[in-house]
T-cell receptor, first 117, second 114 residues
Framework: DTEVTQTPKHLVMGMTNKKSLKCEQH?????MYWYKQKAKKPPELMFV???????INESVPSRFSPECPNSSLLNLHLHALQPEDSALYLC????????????????FGQGTRLTVV | AQKITQTQPGMFVQEKEAVTLDCTYD???????LFWYKQPSSGEMIFLIY??????QNATEGRYSLNFQKARKSANLVISASQLGDSAMYFC???????????FGTGTSLTVIP
């Protein structure tokens, strides 16, 4: 199983809503990522988890709150978002760098297309 | 400085022809990996090919090959026998030996013309 599953695929939310994006993988990967991507732009790293601990936060506003409840799950909690937060949110996982040398590509989910109204 | 540079915002190729997408990188880490991803309009990032910094031979995966020139710090993707389904955004990425972060280039939009 080389799949990263993200739910929901599409989400429309108001600026006062609270919602969560979910990501799941069963490849035994201990590094998990959230990226934000605008149209025709590269993915922008938001957060990295390593062994369920937050290892990188790229100065993301606090209205985005990540959570890694176990080694297979990654959530992104959304609260009081702005219209400019509308984007494709991609989850990814990979072998943790501490474990392996060599080929350690990231596997991506299909993303959640978020629209903030 | 940019870790990954892709200088071709858009490329066109005739169906069945080969095309080269350029990628240069910048790192002082002797251990690193270089990756190419394809992103169709559906949004999913699809892993295509990997090249390790210590690999002696250029990587190949089916119609994809990577022209790795270490001294020039370039890792160009070659797609042979282009197909209509190859139309997509292509991103070059790097992962350094010391961490989990992947650095992405700005991407190249490839259009295959029938």
């Amino acid at each position: 199983d080389t799949e990263v599953t993200q739910t929901p695929k599409h989400l429309v939310m108001g600026m006062t809503n609270k919602k969560s994006l979910k990501c799941e993988q069963h490849m035994g990967h201990r590094a998990m990522y959230w990226y934000k991507q605008k149209a025709k732009k590269p993915p922008e790293l938001m957060f990295v988890y390593s062994y369920e601990k937050l290892s990188i936060n790229e100065s993301v506003p606090s209205r985005f709150s990540p959570e890694c409840p176990n080694s297979s799950l990654l959530n992104l909690h959304l609260h009081a978002l702005q219209p400019e937060d509308s984007a494709l949110y991609l989850c990814a996982s990979s072998q943790d760098r501490s474990l392996v040398q060599g080929n350690t590509e990231a596997f991506f989910g299909q993303g959640t297309r978020l629209t903030v109204v | 400085a940019q870790k990954i540079t892709q200088t071709q915002p858009g490329m066109f190729v005739q169906e069945k022809e080969a095309v080269t997408l350029d990628c240069t990188y910048d790192t002082s880490d002797p251990s690193y990996g270089l990756f190419w991803y394809k992103q169709p309009s559906s949004g999913e990032m699809i892993f295509l090919i990997y090249q390790g910094s210590y690999d002696q031979q250029n990587a190949t995966e089916g119609r994809y090959s990577l022209n790795f020139q270490k001294a020039r710090k370039s890792a160009n993707l070659v797609i042979s026998a282009s197909q209509l389904g190859d139309s997509a955004m292509y991103f070059c990425a790097m992962r350094e030996g010391t961490g989990n972060q992947f650095y992405f280039g700005t991407g190249t939009s490839l259009t295959v013309i029938p």
